[in-house]
């Protein structure tokens, strides 16, 4: 498959060798490449049939295509292109997804395009008042505690495994906000009391 | 699971922009690019779907390394001349260094944006920022893709 001119954006350019060098006409610089062989494979184009009737349920989603099948979760109609079967059963995608993610083992469910890393949140909800805004520590040391404990079991959020290090680190970093809270409103509250 | 997974992932790159700073990791079959501190995205680029690798010159670190020469020449010359090196010393040598630096980046192939392309995306690899980190990079997963592919082509015959 040619690959888009990385100057104007617009151009589609062949890689004729393995490797080497080519220029777009819209610029004189050269684009060095390195071609693998995926490149000239053929891409299968998949297709569904067409309505050619006015009469006859259409795709959800392909207003033009015929619906081969209904969705046995949600009841969408369904062409050949937008169906999917999960335990024999016919499935739009939307609900393949779903019912994929609940079967998923815990230890995958943050392996998707994207994952909440609660170790940082949690220490950045420790540390950036601190410096920023100090007073709010008093709110934000008891949430990044209860952050790293409600999330404990899902470590380590993330596709790359990593220790516990920087959530442990959150937690004795909220802890001596909360102890330091405590202690100035003991000071306080035994001023007052003397005084 | 946890130790297999950490020998599987191979950190090849990394970049940054304002906000965000992102890494990108070898895997066994992929190259994943992971973006973000707190939310982490990910972006895969399988070795069975890579068609083609490219990168244009950035002429970026050229401008740099003029810069920091005549910073070198504005900060340096006039303390030579009055016999006053040791205050100069300390900036001089800052842009003496990147220069140096920017020197080597530029014999070795300068700056560049790099590009890998699948029949589904196109996408700039920020992490790839130079030519020699470039070429390393292809050298290193050349064998990856000739296996992946070949072992998606048998599969598919």
């Known amino acids: 498959m040619p690959v888009t001119c990385p100057f104007c954006r617009k151009r589609a350019l062949e890689l004729p060798e393995e490797e080497g060098t080519l220029s777009c006409i819209c610029s004189n610089r050269s684009i060095h490449y390195r071609r693998f062989p995926a490149y000239s494979r053929e891409s299968k184009v998949m297709d569904a049939p067409r309505i050619e009737v006015e009469a006859g349920a259409t795709c959800l989603h392909h207003s033009d295509r015929k619906a081969e099948s209904i969705c046995d979760e949600c009841g969408m109609f369904m062409c050949s292109l937008c169906q999917t079967e999960h335990g024999g059963r016919p499935l739009c995608l939307n609900c393949f997804s779903t019912i994929h993610l609940k079967e998923l083992p815990a230890e995958k469910l943050g392996t998707g395009a994207q994952s909440y890393r609660y170790d940082n949140i949690a220490l950045g909800l420790a540390l950036i008042p601190l410096v920023i805004m100090w007073p709010i520590t008093c709110i934000t040391a008891p949430v990044a505690i209860f952050m790293v404990i409600r999330h404990w079991k899902g470590h380590p959020y993330s596709v790359i495994p990593h220790s516990r290090a920087r959530a442990i680190f959150a937690v004795l970093v909220a802890l001596c906000e909360i102890i330091g809270w405590i202690t100035l409103g003991l000071l306080l509250f035994t001023e007052s009391t003397n005084g | ?157």
Do not use: C
């Open chain 2, 1 to 157: 699971m946890k130790k297999s997974a950490r020998k599987r992932s191979k950190v090849i790159g990394r970049g940054s922009s304002s906000f965000s700073r992102s890494t990108l990791y070898l895997m066994g079959d992929h190259i994943l690019k992971l973006e973000g501190q707190f939310t982490e995205t990910y972006r895969r680029f399988y070795f069975k779907d890579l068609q083609s690798a490219y990168w244009i010159k950035n002429r970026g670190s050229l401008w740099a390394m003029i810069i920091f020469i005549l910073l070198f020449i504005a900060i340096a010359i006039p303390f030579f001349i009055n016999d006053l090196p040791g205050v100069a010393a300390f900036p001089a040598g800052i842009a003496l260094l990147a220069t140096i630096y920017l020197l080597f980046i530029q014999a070795t192939g300068g700056y560049v944006h790099f590009y890998l392309s699948t029949p589904a995306q196109e996408e700039r690899i920020r992490e790839i920022k130079t030519q020699r980190k470039a070429r390393k990079i292809l050298r290193l997963i050349e064998s990856h893709i000739e296996r992946s592919q070949s072992d998606h082509d048998h599969s598919i015959s």
